[in-house]
């Protein structure tokens, strides 16, 4: 199966806002509200941003917020900071993958 | 502090084996199933083994079936992978991460992953 499909970068100044989408289909994003975002910065390990959606984990910032319409899902980022400059990646449970579990390509976000 | 702590990467040969180990401290290891993820250089997440707490549960992606195994030790606090027959494709960052999300017996979240570990397959 073929990972999630998310643009290769987006940027945006500080204080904007901005959004990266996730595409999958009816049997990942679309069929279940398990879709989780991760933000990496280079050389470091990947941390959760949003989980099952719209959830934010204790301790990350309101001004990260998840949301999905049929089988795409989108992260927005609100008040752009410079630390938010860092590659982000979406990921939903697939029932029909062999680990349940599909991953998106990636989005390179650049704070101008 | 929740921390996962991975070691055993290196400089293989195709054909080769390695093993990968992630020692575990500041949650209680045998209430979560546990994960190795790997990133090629430049490239996205993939999953590629899953363990469930007890480790009678493993489930593996196709493009590893066969050729690597995870293991865990409760006791020790210890998630292993065994890499046999090493690919170049195999070329990573691999990471150790506690799953954070389960649905039915599978995870579909990961929170938090350590560090990872290089694992280069080259000739």
């Known amino acids: 199966q073929s990972a999630l499909t998310q643009p290769a970068s987006v940027s945006g100044s500080p204080g904007q806002s901005i959004t990266i989408s996730c595409t999958g289909t009816s049997s990942d994003v679309g069929g279940y509200n398990y879709v989780s975002w991760y933000q990496q910065h280079p050389g470091k390990a990947p941390k959760v941003m949003i989980y099952?959606?719209?959830n934010r984990p204790s301790g990350v910032s309101n001004r990260f917020s998840g949301s999905k319409s049929g089988n795409t899902a989108s992260l927005t980022i609100s008040g752009l900071q410079a630390e938010d400059e860092a590659d982000y990646y979406c990921s939903s449970y697939a029932r029909s993958t062999s680990l349940h579990v599909i991953f998106g390509g990636g989005t390179k976000l650049t704070v101008l | 502090q929740v921390q996962l702590v991975e070691s055993g990467g290196g400089l293989v040969k195709p054909g080769g084996s390695l093993r990968l180990s992630c020692a575990a401290s500041g949650f209680t290891f045998s209430d979560y199933y546990m994960s190795w993820i790997r990133q090629a250089p430049g490239k996205g997440l993939e999953a590629i083994s899953y363990?469930?707490?007890?480790?009678?549960?493993?489930y593996y992606a196709d493009y590893v079936k066969g050729r690597f195994t995870i293991s865990r030790d409760n006791a020790k606090n210890t998630l292993s992978l065994q890499m046999n027959s090493l690919r170049v494709e195999d070329t990573a960052v691999y990471y150790c991460?506690?799953?954070?999300?389960?649905?039915?017996?599978?995870?579909?979240?990961?929170?938090?992953w350590g560090q990872g570990t290089l694992v280069t397959v080259s000739s």
């Open positions: 099952d959606v719209n």
């Open positions: 991460a506690r799953a954070a999300g389960i649905v039915g017996a599978s995870p579909h979240w990961f929170d938090p």
């Open positions: 363990s469930s707490t007890s480790g009678n549960i493993k």
